[in-house]
């Protein structure tokens, strides 16, 4: 029965393992070396000395050998006759065996080539994929059969203390050292094993079979500074990178391992008390993902001392009761999270535990029941407040880019595009002085502090004057005629733009972080102006209906006062006064932009209407009928009913809008076509439109933006989305709460005021149109598809472009380590995160490209290079990237492409290499674009998602066009429509120049209409 072997590298680099019975006794199955007389399991290491006078054999019990092979560093080992760097086979004497060994020859022993990993396949050759595998490693002089530690078990110790452990087999001269950074931590020099004077101290002697030598070094770590004796290394954060080098004879190739330690970057937030009594508390953290965390360490102590040390482990366990504790006693808390050490401990916390109280039955479960809920609903509102933390500090290290300040950006403020600039403090924006100014500016905005961005960024130009401050960009009214050029001219200044907007800092909101106020606030630093917010009518006779608090706030159309009320989605605190909050304004529709996986997973929005058909649901007062569903391709239409039961019989209807997918793979058609179902039902007289996502800012804000846009565009023939901000921000802080945001309102309103739908096609008249937009019209001289390409190049960013401020970049390392240390991520159609369009890798830079594999979780890599491509060969046989050890499980090769399943660090990673699409980019054969898709989309069903690597020969042409396919067809089967003008404008703003040629633009409709053509019958086989 043929064995399937998976490689593993900490199996490769251990120390070579002994079966205790040579030959294995007669149940034993699978293949095994053998040399003199000892048996060795896979991936062991021999000495080349070792193997001139005795061979090295592999053996396979049980079977006749038909073809067996060697291969080694140098390629195929030669059988019975001729030899590769000295290395020979010979057939073995029984059963299926092949044994080979080096040839002294004037005693050169292995020649340099010939030094690494062999593998021996038993009874058929290596290309026989249920042909059995053994690798054995033969080296040269010294080599460091392993790099390992003794890591502590118990967390609760420290400091912690552990041992490094650096083996090193095979020629007894050589020199040794183990480091981290730039800190040697031991270091001997001239080591003769066989000289006991020169014999070298920190040794252990594991076997004299091949002078198996083991270096320890031992490690204290108190969670600053790493030490071995007088050495110390106090630079550490986050993960431990030590080195062990071998140093050889002067003709003999120098040995280096690299082990990593795994240290939490950063101590858990959000320790805060959960409940406690007089001999218990209960705290709870934010928790870590499983990739940041193994577990937790809790530390309590009192003025006396430790009072306990707890290992909690598992890292979604971020709660723990403490006991034993004394009643009316202080205890000082914090909380470290631990992978194989641990990592710096929390803020500590102070809490006094309550006295003892004899209370009834009732009482103590009520009070129980009580405080249970409370405390836990603070730990829920403090793990929110953490994750808009993270995510604020995200935007700013993104948005504060080095070149913000630099002389080309001081210009271009002098641009035309800027002088009809005014200021807030002059009255309203310009930018609405042809309609209704149902809101004016009245406050004036603080200018843009450029000196606090100063601090934050490492390099500026000779114009780093500290008093100089930007002006805030009040407006910036474009045409409608002028927006392609102006899409085209400023795109890469929009960043520039969008950090010159009105902050709103100088606002008052005092009432929002008042003491009872700021639980009802779903995140910290987001609530409402204390001049413009709606006050809730409190009303003591219903249940629920106290306060008169809520974090809602009326937001002016462009020709109508209140049109809209931005809130924030409901918490379980304030479900009830949601419902208030309609039943108080009277909205007749409400449009909900958070997706329900976001729901669910993140808790951003607790559902406020029930689940099923004609089914009531009561929220404080108020009891809820869903009484219609319609779904949409994109959204949900609810129809909902509320009234309150006090025999008044009066109740309200409206209707639900719920974007059930926002569209982060850039194209605004879902949000545009229900801002039309929603503006097509809306009058004055219904009342404003409540609009919320999470935060009732960012979704909220882009999806009023564009309201306002696309009726000044209609009104006024221009659009002014940088005033358009600054009058939200006005009313509501933060809103349009990222950059990303920001553009995606100019992709809106390019989208419904120049392109209007046109590229928009159903999938049922998709050949029809393509035929039509590859017919030359007579009046231009260009087909339809010309025309949409050129006007695609207008507005996206083309590769020169991009590469502009990369020109002094090391070019021998242009496919370089920062490509794949910090990739730049494409979305699909459901994923933001769904595809890294990856620069092909090199020689020089394959072990970063394999980390970013491992550190990205990637579940495919679609390789688009075909024969005649010159691309390094990163995944053949048994290939050692450093410390990424690449094995090829299985290859199976169909019509069109080469499919591989690659083991690495105990990962299985899918990779497809397309041999049949050619250089210039342009599909020839659809199908098989298609089954490669199909396999992937499999792949992810199966491992539950991770992004897919793209590469090519060029990087852009290829790649662009599989990721726009791919992105099309998933719009395809998601809404019946594709547009494929929209999709690869959307790629290429991701990656600048993909899709190079009009010839590859045609090839994503061509690929997409083979697809609807092979699925004419079942719309679904495609899935």
Same mark, same amino acid.
């Given at each position: 029965?043929?064995?399937?072997?998976?490689?593993?590298?900490?199996?490769?680099?251990?120390?070579?393992?002994?079966?205790?019975?040579?030959?294995?006794?007669?149940?034993?199955?699978?293949?095994?070396?053998?040399?003199?007389?000892?048996?060795?399991?896979?991936?062991?290491?021999?000495?080349?000395?070792?193997?001139?006078?005795?061979?090295?054999?592999?053996?396979?019990?049980?079977?006749?050998?038909?073809?067996?092979?060697?291969?080694?560093?140098?390629?195929?080992?030669?059988?019975?006759?001729?030899?590769?760097?000295?290395?020979?086979?010979?057939?073995?004497?029984?059963?299926?065996?092949?044994?080979?060994?080096?040839?002294?020859?004037?005693?050169?022993?292995?020649?340099?080539?010939?030094?690494?990993?062999?593998?021996?396949?038993?009874?058929?050759?290596?290309?026989?994929?249920?042909?059995?595998?053994?690798?054995?490693?033969?080296?040269?002089?010294?080599?460091?059969?392993?790099?390992?530690?003794?890591?502590?078990?118990?967390?609760?110790?420290?400091?912690?203390?552990?041992?490094?452990?650096?083996?090193?087999?095979?020629?007894?001269?050589?020199?040794?050292?183990?480091?981290?950074?730039?800190?040697?931590?031991?270091?001997?020099?001239?080591?003769?094993?066989?000289?006991?004077?020169?014999?070298?101290?920190?040794?252990?002697?594991?076997?004299?079979?091949?002078?198996?030598?083991?270096?320890?070094?031992?490690?204290?770590?108190?969670?600053?500074?790493?030490?071995?004796?007088?050495?110390?290394?106090?630079?550490?954060?986050?993960?431990?990178?030590?080195?062990?080098?071998?140093?050889?004879?002067?003709?003999?190739?120098?040995?280096?391992?690299?082990?990593?330690?795994?240290?939490?970057?950063?101590?858990?937030?959000?320790?805060?008390?959960?409940?406690?009594?007089?001999?218990?508390?209960?705290?709870?953290?934010?928790?870590? *993902? %499983?990739? !940041?965390? =193994?577990? #937790?360490?809790?530390?309590?102590?009192?003025?006396? +001392? &430790?009072?306990?040390?707890?290992?909690?482990?598992?890292?979604?366990?971020?709660?723990?009761?403490?006991?034993?504790?004394?009643?009316?006693?202080?205890?000082?808390?914090?909380?470290?999270?631990?992978?194989?050490?641990?990592?710096?401990?929390?803020?500590?916390?102070?809490?006094?535990?309550?006295?003892?109280?004899?209370?009834?039955?009732?009482?103590?479960?009520?009070?129980?029941?009580?405080?249970?809920?409370?405390?836990?609903?603070?730990?829920?509102?403090?793990?929110?407040?953490?994750?808009?933390?993270?995510?604020?500090?995200?935007?700013?290290?993104?948005?504060?880019?080095?070149?913000?300040?630099?002389?080309?950006?001081? *210009? %271009?403020? !002098?641009? =035309?595009? #800027?002088?009809?600039?005014?200021?807030?403090?002059? +009255? &309203?924006?310009?930018?609405?002085?042809?309609?209704?100014?149902?809101?004016?500016?009245?406050?004036?905005?603080?200018?843009?502090?450029?000196?606090?961005?100063?601090?934050?960024?490492?390099?500026?130009?000779?114009?780093?004057?500290?008093?100089?401050?930007?002006?805030?960009?009040?407006?910036?009214?474009?045409?409608?005629?002028?927006?392609?050029?102006?899409?085209?001219?400023?795109?890469?200044?929009?960043?520039?733009?969008?950090?010159?907007?009105?902050?709103?800092?100088?606002?008052?909101?005092?009432?929002?972080?008042?003491?009872?106020?700021?639980?009802?606030?779903?995140?910290?630093?987001?609530?409402?102006?204390?001049?413009?917010?709606?006050?809730?009518?409190?009303?003591?006779?219903?249940?629920?209906?106290?306060?008169?608090?809520?974090?809602?706030?009326?937001?002016?159309?462009?020709?109508?006062?209140?049109?809209?009320?931005?809130?924030?989605?409901?918490?379980?605190?304030?479900?009830?006064?949601?419902?208030?909050?309609?039943?108080?304004?009277?909205?007749?529709?409400?449009?909900?932009?958070?997706?329900?996986?976001?729901?669910?997973?993140?808790?951003?929005?607790?559902?406020?209407?029930?689940?099923?058909?004609?089914?009531?649901?009561?929220?404080?007062?108020?009891?809820?009928?869903?009484?219609?569903?319609?779904?949409?391709?994109?959204?949900?239409?609810?129809?909902?009913?509320?009234?309150?039961?006090?025999?008044?019989?009066?109740?309200?209807?409206?209707?639900?809008?719920?974007?059930?997918?926002?569209?982060?793979?850039?194209?605004?058609?879902?949000?545009?076509?229900?801002?039309?179902?929603?503006?097509?039902?809306?009058?004055?007289?219904?009342?404003?439109?409540?609009?919320?996502?999470?935060?009732?800012?960012?979704?909220?804000?882009?999806?009023?933006?564009?309201?306002?846009?696309?009726?000044?565009?209609?009104?006024?023939?221009?659009?002014?989305?940088?005033?358009?901000?600054?009058?939200?921000?006005?009313?509501?802080?933060?809103?349009?709460?990222?950059?990303?945001?920001?553009?995606?309102?100019?992709?809106?309103?390019?989208?419904?005021?120049?392109?209007?739908?046109?590229?928009?096609?159903?999938?049922?008249?998709?050949?029809?149109?393509?035929?039509?937009?590859?017919?030359?019209?007579?009046?231009?001289?260009?087909?339809?598809?010309?025309?949409?390409?050129?006007?695609?190049?207008?507005?996206?960013?083309?590769?020169?472009?991009?590469?502009?401020?990369?020109?002094?970049?090391?070019?021998?390392?242009?496919?370089?380590?920062?490509?794949?240390?910090?990739?730049?991520?494409?979305?699909?159609?459901?994923?933001?995160?769904?595809?890294?369009?990856?620069?092909?890798?090199?020689?020089?830079?394959?072990?970063?490209?394999?980390?970013?594999?491992?550190?990205?979780?990637?579940?495919?890599?679609?390789?688009?290079?075909?024969?005649?491509?010159?691309?390094?060969?990163?995944?053949?046989?048994?290939?050692?990237?450093?410390?990424?050890?690449?094995?090829?499980?299985?290859?199976?090769?169909?019509?069109?492409?080469?499919?591989?399943?690659?083991?690495?660090?105990?990962?299985?990673?899918?990779?497809?290499?397309?041999?049949?699409?050619?250089?210039?980019?342009?599909?020839?054969?659809?199908?098989?674009?298609?089954?490669?898709?199909?396999?992937?989309?499999?792949?992810?069903?199966?491992?539950?998602?991770?992004?897919?690597?793209?590469?090519?020969?060029?990087?852009?042409?290829?790649?662009?066009?599989?990721?726009?396919?791919?992105?099309?067809?998933?719009?395809?089967?998601?809404?019946?429509?594709?547009?494929?003008?929209?999709?690869?404008?959307?790629?290429?703003?991701?990656?600048?120049?993909?899709?190079?040629?009009?010839?590859?633009?045609?090839?994503?409709?061509?690929?997409?209409?083979?697809?609807?053509?092979?699925?004419?019958?079942?719309?679904?086989?495609?899935?």
């Amino acid at each position: 029965m043929p064995v399937s072997v998976l490689v593993l590298f900490g199996i490769l680099l251990s120390v070579s393992e002994v079966i205790s019975q040579c030959p294995p006794s007669s149940g034993f199955i699978g293949i095994y070396l053998i040399h003199n007389g000892t048996c060795y399991t896979n991936g062991s290491y021999f000495y080349d000395a070792s193997i001139i006078s005795t061979p090295l054999e592999c053996v396979l019990p049980g079977a006749n050998l038909n073809s067996g092979q060697w291969i080694g560093p140098n390629g195929t080992v030669p059988c019975d006759s001729g030899n590769r760097s000295n290395v020979q086979c010979t057939s073995g004497s029984s059963g299926a065996s092949l044994s080979v060994h080096v040839i002294d020859t004037n005693n050169d022993y292995l020649l340099p080539p010939g030094d690494g990993w062999y593998k021996c396949c038993l009874p058929t050759d290596c290309s026989d994929p249920n042909t059995n595998i053994i690798f054995a490693n033969i080296f040269r002089y010294a080599q460091i059969a392993s790099f390992t530690a003794d890591l502590p078990s118990d967390m609760t110790v420290y400091p912690q203390e552990y041992k490094l452990n650096c083996t090193k087999i095979g020629f007894n001269e050589y020199g040794i050292s183990m480091s981290i950074g730039d800190t040697t931590l031991a270091s001997y020099t001239n080591c003769d094993d066989d000289n006991s004077s020169n014999t070298c101290p920190g040794t252990e002697l594991v076997s004299s079979i091949s002078n198996t030598i083991r270096y320890t070094v031992d490690i204290t770590w108190d969670g600053v500074t790493v030490s071995s004796g007088s050495a110390s290394h106090s630079e550490t954060i986050g993960d431990q990178m030590y080195q062990c080098v071998l140093d050889n004879p002067s003709n003999g190739d120098d040995r280096t391992r690299t082990l990593t330690i795994k240290v939490p970057i950063i101590a858990p937030h959000y320790l805060t008390e959960v409940r406690k009594t007089n001999a218990t508390i209960t705290v709870g953290w934010f928790a870590f *993902d %499983s990739s !940041d965390a =193994d577990g #937790y360490v809790v530390n309590i102590t009192s003025d006396t +001392g &430790t009072v306990q040390i707890v290992q909690v482990k598992g890292n979604s366990n971020n709660t723990i009761t403490l006991n034993g504790l004394r009643e009316l006693t202080t205890y000082s808390i914090t909380v470290r999270a631990y992978q194989q050490l641990l990592g710096p401990a929390s803020n500590a916390i102070i809490i006094r535990t309550l006295p003892t109280v004899i209370t009834s039955n009732l009482d103590a479960a009520l009070i129980v029941d009580i405080t249970g809920s409370f405390v836990i609903l603070i730990l829920f509102i403090n793990v929110m407040m953490f994750i808009v933390m993270q995510y604020k500090v995200y935007v700013k290290n993104n948005e504060l880019k080095d070149d913000i300040f630099t002389e080309e950006l001081l *210009d %271009s403020f !002098d641009d =035309d595009e #800027y002088e009809d600039e005014q200021s807030f403090t002059s +009255g &309203t924006s310009s930018s609405f002085e042809n309609g209704p100014k149902p809101f004016s500016y009245g406050n004036p905005i603080q200018n843009f502090n450029r000196q606090k961005y100063l601090k934050k960024t490492p390099s500026r130009t000779a114009h780093d004057d500290p008093d100089f401050e930007f002006p805030v960009l009040t407006s910036l009214p474009i045409s409608i005629n002028d927006l392609v050029n102006h899409i085209a001219k400023y795109s890469n200044k929009f960043e520039d733009q969008y950090l010159r907007l009105y902050t709103g800092n100088d606002r008052p909101c005092t009432v929002g972080y008042t003491d009872e106020n700021k639980y009802l606030n779903r995140f910290q630093q987001i609530t409402v102006y204390d001049d413009n917010r709606i006050i809730l009518t409190p009303n003591p006779n219903l249940y629920m209906c106290e306060r008169e608090y809520i974090n809602a706030s009326y937001i002016d159309g462009y020709s109508s006062s209140n049109k809209f009320i931005a809130t924030q989605g409901p918490m379980v605190n304030t479900l009830a006064d949601f419902w208030r909050l309609i039943w108080q304004e009277r909205p007749m529709h409400i449009v909900m932009l958070t997706d329900p996986k976001e729901c669910i997973k993140n808790k951003w929005c607790e559902q406020y209407w029930p689940r099923a058909l004609m089914e009531e649901e009561k929220f404080g007062p108020f009891i809820v009928t869903l009484t219609n569903v319609a779904n949409h391709p994109s959204f949900t239409i609810r129809s909902l009913n509320v009234i309150i039961p006090d025999g008044s019989n009066d109740s309200h209807t409206l209707t639900q809008y719920h974007l059930t997918s926002w569209p982060d793979h850039g194209v605004p058609k879902p949000l545009l076509s229900l801002h039309k179902q929603v503006m097509a039902t809306w009058s004055p007289s219904e009342g404003p439109i409540l609009v919320h996502c999470s935060a009732g800012v960012g979704r909220t804000g882009t999806f009023i933006a564009i309201d306002i846009a696309l009726e000044q565009a209609d009104r006024e023939g221009v659009v002014d989305i940088a005033g358009i901000v600054n009058r939200l921000r006005q009313q509501r802080m933060k809103m349009v709460q990222t950059l990303d945001q920001y553009v995606f309102l100019h992709d809106a309103v390019f989208s419904e005021t120049i392109i209007g739908g046109e590229t928009e096609i159903p999938a049922d008249k998709f050949a029809t149109k393509l035929q039509e937009l590859k017919e030359i019209d007579s009046s231009t001289g260009c087909s339809g598809l010309q025309s949409q390409f050129e006007l695609l190049s207008q507005v996206t960013p083309d590769l020169d472009d991009a590469t502009e401020d990369n020109a002094g970049e090391d070019l021998a390392k242009n496919q370089g380590s920062n490509s794949y240390t910090n990739p730049s991520f494409t979305a699909g159609y459901h994923d933001k995160k769904a595809f890294i369009i990856a620069q092909s890798p090199m020689e020089n830079t394959a072990r970063d490209f394999w980390k970013m594999i491992v550190d990205y979780k990637v579940s495919a890599i679609v390789m688009l290079c075909g024969e005649e491509d010159c691309c390094y060969p990163y995944w053949t046989g048994l290939s050692t990237h450093d410390d990424f050890v690449v094995e090829i499980a299985n290859e199976i090769k169909s019509n069109g492409y080469i499919e591989r399943m690659l083991n690495v660090e105990s990962r299985n990673v899918l990779q497809l290499q397309v041999t049949d699409w050619p250089q210039d980019g342009v599909v020839r054969e659809p199908r098989t674009v298609l089954q490669v898709i199909d396999d992937v989309i499999h792949r992810q069903q199966k491992i539950g998602g991770g992004p897919v690597v793209v590469h090519c020969s060029d990087t852009v042409s290829r790649s662009g066009v599989y990721c726009s396919v791919s992105i099309g067809l998933e719009q395809c089967k998601a809404e019946g429509v594709v547009d494929v003008f929209q999709v690869t404008k959307a790629v290429r703003k991701s990656k600048p120049g993909a899709v190079t040629t009009l010839e590859q633009y045609t090839s994503i409709y061509d690929v997409i209409d083979m697809y609807l053509q092979m699925n004419k019958a079942d719309d679904d086989t495609f899935q």
